[in-house]
């Protein structure tokens, strides 16, 4: 499966955004589907999934609450509301899938090409 993300941007503290995570090639409703973040010098960091059909959803510590990950297989999208956004939140946001409801991403084995969060103080 191809994965496209987009959504990203530059807004203040407090703020909100919200990414899409397009599909082609596969139907996405075959797989868990989630997000992860990495910021300039850090490591890729898990931020949440969704299961196949959207019945389950599980976030980082970080950012419960504050985000909500959602899918629409119909339209082969999976988005992630980010709200009352902080500057630690900056990063690059990726999309991934994988074939198991996982938070490692090593097993999540289709990546999208990543979209840049900017989150001024």
């Known amino acids: 499966v191809q994965l496209q993300a987009s959504g990203g941007g530059l807004v203040q503290a407090g703020g909100s955004l919200r990414l899409s995570c397009a599909a082609s090639g596969r139907t996405l409703s075959g797989y868990v589907m989630g997000w992860f973040r990495q910021a300039p010098g850090k490591e890729r960091d898990y931020v949440a999934r969704i299961t196949r059909y959207g019945m389950y959803t599980f976030y980082s510590d970080s950012v419960k609450g504050r985000f909500t990950i959602s899918r629409d297989n119909a339209k082969n999208t999976v988005f992630l509301q980010m709200n009352s956004l902080k500057p630690e939140d900056t990063a690059v946001y990726y999309c991934?899938?994988?074939?198991?409801?996982?938070?490692?991403?090593?097993?999540?084995?289709?990546w999208g090409q990543g979209t840049q969060v900017t989150v001024s103080s």
């Open positions: 991934a899938a994988a074939d198991k409801s996982t938070s490692t991403s090593s097993e999540y084995h289709s």
